[in-house]
């Protein structure tokens, strides 16, 4: 990555305005997954002084601000209790404490990373994304638009006693994930597959069969078999299609008979 200017604003106003000035000018969140990219970037804009680093926690929801880091969200206990704590559970496993102390959750969704075991669970969680100047949308729908040429301000998490799932398949603790899986259950069950290796994804069709069927070992069977053979899968250096394919199998259904039992 090759770095012209770096700018620490004090505003998200002036943080925008300079966004706008160019097309190769970018926010920084931590700063920890960049170097997996190799942009060409004019001005690095930091939005540290910018006060977007704090977790208010209201009756029903957790506001979290977008340079909040991996490490903080970690160690919050009310995020513990939300959906079976799986936001956590998923960011525990994210490399290092180290890294984890470097890494924010603005940066982590907003990059929109393949490797991500943070979108996986948040797609699964009622959750939404506040930006600047689009207001506010949830993961899925976030996901489906082109790149915004926007800040995301925080994350509001609904807190919720729902059921939850989540499962990172990794070779190594400090390497990134060949598949992930996250589930929850409340009124209806929620599903998503990650690291597929692309970007994580709702399993619509799946959840509209098995919040219509009464769960069983045959309806999860199906429901299993159904994300294996539609979700599409690659192959890279970690795994094949063929091997992601089969675990993903053995992981919705575990995650399934854990969250309906």
Do not use: H
């Not at 990134?176 to 290796?197: E, H, L, Y």
């Amino acid at each position: 990555m090759n770095i012209g200017n770096y700018v620490k604003v004090k505003s998200i106003e002036e943080a925008y305005n300079l966004l706008q000035e160019d097309k190769d000018n970018l926010i920084v969140g931590g700063g920890a997954w960049l170097k997996q990219t190799n942009k060409n970037v004019k001005t690095m804009i930091d939005l540290e002084r910018c006060n977007l680093n704090q977790i208010t926690e209201n009756k029903d929801t957790l506001v979290i601000g977008s340079m909040t880091t991996l490490r903080d969200l970690e160690c919050n206990k009310s995020l513990k209790e939300i959906d079976g704590g799986i936001l956590v559970k998923a960011i525990s496993g994210i490399m290092g404490v180290s890294i984890r102390n470097i890494a924010t959750i603005g940066g982590s969704i907003v990059g929109r990373y393949s490797f991500s075991d943070i979108l996986t669970p948040l797609l699964v969680m009622d959750c939404t994304l506040e930006f600047f100047k689009d207001g506010s949308m949830t993961i899925q729908e976030f996901l489906s638009t082109k790149k915004l040429n926007d800040i995301l301000l925080n994350i509001t998490i609904k807190k919720s006693n729902n059921k939850g799932y989540f499962y990172a398949m990794k070779k190594t603790s400090l390497d990134f994930a060949v598949i992930n899986v996250a589930i929850t259950k409340g009124k209806t069950i929620s599903i998503a597959v990650g690291a597929r290796p692309s970007v994580a994804a709702l399993q619509t069709e799946a959840m509209d069969y098995i919040n219509n069927e009464q769960v069983n070992t045959e309806a999860i069977d199906k429901t299993a078999s159904m994300i294996s053979s539609q979700t599409k899968f690659g192959s890279n250096a970690k795994a094949s299609e063929e091997y992601r394919r089969s675990i993903t199998n053995t992981y919705i259904k575990r995650g399934l008979k854990e969250v309906t039992s």
